[in-house]
């Protein structure tokens, strides 16, 4: 028997000051309400989609040593790191850390496959801790470590507050840990906020699984119905922001502490067959081994898995130092993508289709962010200048 889990969002005190300079013009406009409960700073923006007016400027794409694009074959946030050096770090599959220096050229590789110190069996995560780069492996159920020197140091094991953690972000005084729970009560993502408390803040449960007869075989699908609300994050220490659940709602940490909550007032509605379609415009294709994919056609889906009852409102979140929320409302896998902004007080500044979700900003506020490149096939890192 095969089995398949659906992503959880398919089936994954300085902020937001009224003084600062974009704040200060937008903080009376009547389409935005603002309000305070028990501390915590509410945000509602109740103006209809409306075009950017920023400008996007392509400077480069990350390359090789000889300055031809570098190709990925995927770029999930998670994947990509920068440091205060403007240097940039991609995980890809095959185990392996590039590294690409300030002007986006490739300089060097870290890593590969093993089960010594400086080696991967199964990274799902590149993240930082200090100055040391690591990724969290979940085979080894260890965080793989090199230091400054990208010199491989000792492991740091998922134990304690890190136990069962499928996604970490650190911050002085403690981290940001997402991990899936299977108990008696049920299977499901938590995120916990405050390492030493280790009590969870968000849990979504994941529902019950499915089970589809296709491709000869019985297949087990795991993580509820398809379309089913996740938990989207996104840390800049020492700020997080938080989405979960199928509202447009997003709050924001400073440490552990949640002392905002930005919102949009946007219809809800349930999912169709017309997003199935954009999630799996070629059916779902699984692989077995070297042969040709399995394809599972929508309507078997439907059929046997399920639609969730509520379209989820966001898709991803990301924030950068300068204070700015981005917002990603279509799925990873749709084209055009449509992304919302919001300034710094947490201000709806408009909406952009046909570019990606930002993964990282450079040092000089470039922004990095995935592109596909149709001759290939493959995905670039394109460096985005962005003019406002």
Same mark, same amino acid.
């Given at each position: 028997?095969?089995?398949?889990?659906?992503?959880?969002?398919?089936?994954?005190?300085?902020?937001?000051?009224?003084?600062?300079?974009?704040?200060?013009?937008?903080?009376?406009?009547?389409?935005?309400?603002?309000?305070?409960?028990? @501390?915590?700073?509410?945000? $509602? !923006? $109740?103006? =209809?989609?409306?075009?950017?007016?920023?400008?996007?400027?392509?400077?480069?794409?990350?390359?090789?040593?000889?300055?031809? =694009?570098?190709?990925?074959?995927?770029?999930?946030?998670?994947?990509?790191?920068?440091? *205060?050096?403007?240097? $940039?770090?991609?995980?890809?599959?095959?185990?392996?850390?590039?590294?690409?220096?300030?002007?986006?050229?490739?300089?060097?590789?870290?890593?590969?496959?093993?089960?010594?110190?400086?080696?991967?069996?199964?990274?799902?995560?590149?993240?930082?801790? &200090?100055?040391?780069?690591?990724?969290?492996?979940?085979?080894?159920?260890?965080?793989?470590?090199?230091? +400054?020197?990208?010199?491989?140091? %000792?492991?740091?094991?998922?134990?304690?507050?890190?136990?069962?953690?499928?996604?970490?972000?650190? *911050?002085? &005084?403690? %981290?940001?840990?997402?991990?899936?729970?299977?108990?008696?009560?049920?299977?499901?993502?938590?995120?916990?906020?405050?390492?030493?408390? !280790?009590?969870?803040?968000? %849990?979504? +449960?994941?529902?019950?699984?499915?089970?589809?007869?296709?491709?000869?075989?019985?297949?087990?699908?795991?993580?509820?119905?398809?379309?089913?609300?996740?938990?989207?994050?996104?840390?800049?220490?020492?700020?997080?922001?938080?989405?979960?659940?199928?509202?447009?709602?997003?709050?924001?940490?400073?440490?552990?502490?949640?002392?905002?909550?930005?919102?949009?007032?946007?219809?809800?509605?349930?999912?169709?067959?017309?997003?199935?379609?954009?999630?799996?415009?070629?059916?779902?294709?699984?692989?077995?081994? &070297?042969?040709?994919?399995?394809?599972?056609? @929508?309507?078997?889906?439907?059929?046997?898995?399920?639609?969730?009852?509520?379209?989820?409102?966001?898709?991803?979140?990301?924030?950068?130092?300068?204070?700015?929320?981005?917002?990603?409302?279509?799925?990873?896998?749709?084209?055009?993508?449509?992304?919302?902004?919001?300034?710094?007080?947490?201000?709806?500044?408009?909406?952009?289709?046909?570019?990606?979700?930002?993964?990282?900003?450079? +040092?000089?506020?470039?922004?990095?962010?995935?592109?596909?490149?149709?001759?290939?096939?493959?995905?670039?890192?394109?460096?985005?200048?962005?003019? *406002?």
């Amino acid at each position: 028997m095969s089995r398949v889990r659906l992503p959880l969002a398919l089936a994954t005190g300085a902020m937001l000051a009224a003084s600062v300079a974009c704040g200060r013009d937008v903080a009376q406009r009547p389409d935005v309400i603002r309000s305070d409960s028990a @501390g915590v700073r509410l945000i $509602t !923006n $109740t103006a =209809p989609d409306t075009a950017l007016a920023w400008r996007f400027d392509t400077i480069g794409v990350l390359t090789d040593s000889l300055g031809e =694009p570098w190709l990925f074959t995927a770029v999930p946030p998670r994947w990509v790191i920068t440091d *205060r050096a403007g240097r $940039t770090y991609v995980l890809e599959r095959d185990q392996v850390i590039r590294r690409f220096g300030r002007d986006g050229r490739y300089e060097r590789s870290i890593g590969r496959r093993g089960g010594a110190p400086g080696e991967m069996l199964y990274p799902v995560q590149l993240l930082q801790q &200090g100055d040391s780069v690591g990724v969290l492996d979940d085979d080894r159920a260890a965080i793989v470590r090199w230091g +400054p020197d990208l010199g491989a140091i %000792a492991d740091l094991p998922l134990r304690g507050a890190l136990h069962d953690a499928s996604r970490v972000a650190f *911050r002085f &005084g403690g %981290a940001w840990v997402q991990r899936r729970v299977v108990d008696s009560l049920g299977a499901r993502e938590e995120l916990v906020v405050d390492t030493v408390a !280790n009590v969870a803040v968000y %849990a979504l +449960p994941e529902g019950r699984g499915a089970m589809v007869q296709a491709c000869g075989t019985r297949i087990a699908f795991e993580g509820g119905r398809l379309f089913a609300s996740g938990l989207h994050w996104h840390a800049a220490a020492p700020q997080m922001v938080v989405s979960s659940g199928a509202d447009y709602e997003i709050d924001y940490y400073e440490g552990p502490r949640l002392f905002a909550r930005v919102k949009r007032s946007l219809p809800s509605r349930a999912p169709t067959r017309d997003d199935l379609r954009r999630l799996y415009p070629d059916g779902l294709q699984l692989r077995r081994g &070297g042969g040709p994919p399995c394809v599972i056609d @929508g309507e078997t889906l439907e059929r046997d898995v399920g639609f969730a009852d509520t379209m989820p409102a966001v898709h991803g979140v990301a924030r950068f130092r300068e204070g700015t929320l981005w917002v990603r409302r279509s799925m990873p896998s749709e084209r055009p993508s449509v992304l919302d902004v919001f300034g710094t007080d947490g201000t709806y500044l408009g909406s952009v289709r046909g570019l990606n979700l930002p993964v990282g900003q450079l +040092p000089n506020d470039e922004l990095l962010v995935p592109i596909d490149d149709e001759s290939s096939g493959g995905i670039q890192i394109a460096r985005i200048r962005v003019t *406002r």
